[in-house]
């Protein structure tokens, strides 16, 4: 008996706790970039939508080289049907990023990398009604988080400088998609691009099965290999159409889920 009461109290406790964490707004949300109503970092906010039309627009000052989770609900009240959206915008209003239903029950769940310091608005409306074939409005929570930080070189605007014939080795992690190099080619000359991981059977940890992407000044991919060098390695002859800036993206296959370490190398045929 003595047990059920403190299992109890805990239970009022915990209730309490999580009521008083959500951020309740009850005047109406600008649906336009004039909005001064800032989200919060890692608090849960609740509005209300009052129709097909009608747009939140939160202000948010996201960091650079950093993953955010947004997630927008339901509130609790099991006859809300709600079908939420959430919509990114950067400080000028220009479209970023959208999700619909990424996550449970037609809620909806974003996340999105920054790569650089920005402000942003976060837009929550209900889902368009040919979704669902009918509209819906209600009562929802919306959430932003960060997951993790990302390395620099795992964006074009801050690519790490390769030379030629100076090799560079780095270490793939699990979440990172990508690491992105340039490099000055001249179009008189023919390189030849290797990336080594496990192929090679001489480099610790290494990557299982490397990608190789090669883009142009405009970031307009050009070129790619996947296992023309030595087992699951990425070979790649290549003669740039002009001389300048190119980027090299070293990655894994899309079916591929795996860190190591790999060796990135460009030289003169």
């Known amino acids: ?35 001064q109503f800032l989200l919060p970092q890692n608090e849960v906010v609740q509005s209300r939508l009052h129709g097909e039309r009608d747009r939140d627009w939160f202000r948010f000052q996201m960091k650079a080289n950093t993953v955010y989770e947004i997630n927008m609900t339901r509130d609790d009240d099991p006859r809300n049907a709600l079908d939420t959206t959430i919509i990114l915008r950067d400080s000028a209003g220009r479209f970023l990023a959208e999700d619909d239903d990424g996550g449970m029950n037609l809620e909806s769940r974003l996340t999105y990398t920054s790569s650089k310091d920005q402000w942003v608005f976060v837009v929550a409306r209900q889902a368009k009604s040919g979704s669902t074939g009918i509209s819906l409005y209600g009562n929802y929570r919306i959430k932003i988080q960060v997951t993790h930080k990302v390395r620099a070189f795992t964006q074009f605007e801050s690519a790490l400088t390769l030379g030629v014939g100076t090799p560079s080795e780095k270490f793939l992690r699990l979440h990172e998609e990508k690491h992105v190099y340039k490099v000055y080619l001249r179009s008189s000359n023919s390189y030849e691009i290797n990336v080594l991981g496990s192929g090679t059977g001489v480099i610790t940890n290494a990557l299982c ?61």
């Open 1 to 35: 008996m003595q047990k059920l009461i403190y299992a109890m109290i805990f239970l009022l406790i915990l209730n309490s706790n999580l009521a008083s964490a959500i951020t309740r707004v009850d005047q109406e949300i600008p649906g336009n970039k004039t909005s």
């Open 209 to 269: 099965d490397t990608y190789l992407e090669v883009y142009n000044k405009g970031r307009v991919k050009i070129d790619e290999d996947d296992d023309s060098g030595l087992n699951l390695d990425s070979k790649l002859n290549f003669n740039p159409p002009s001389t300048g800036i190119y980027y090299l993206v070293v990655t894994r296959p899309n079916a591929v889920n795996c860190s190591g370490r790999y060796r990135l190398n460009v030289q003169k045929r």
